[in-house]
């Protein structure tokens, strides 16, 4: 959520800077834009890790509860 918000207050600063001709106004509004990009790639990125990782625990359960199914004779 916060990369959306800093790519919107970016997009804003941007533009405000390109109409009033303040170039480090339009630069900042870039840099807030691309960091809340990124922060948006990140967020999606730790989403995925945390998906594999849930679906590695339940795996790794399963072996282990068959590992012990056999050695218990079931």
């Known amino acids: ?3 959306k ?7 804003a600063k941007e533009a405000t ?7 480090d ?9 691309r960091t809340g990009e990124v922060k948006e790639k990140v967020g999606h990125a730790k989403e ?3 998906e594999l990782a849930d ?6 359960g399963e072996v282990i509860e068959k590992g012990e199914n ?4 079931k």
């Open 1 to 3: 959520m916060a990369g």
């Open 17 to 23: 800077g390109v109409l009033t001709g303040k170039k």
């Open 5 to 11: 918000t800093d790519q919107m207050k970016g997009k």
């Open 70 to 73: 056999v050695l218990h004779g």
């Open 25 to 33: 106004l339009e630069s900042e509004g870039k840099s807030e834009r």
């Open 55 to 60: 679906k590695v625990e339940h795996k790794a």
């Open 48 to 50: 995925k890790v945390e």
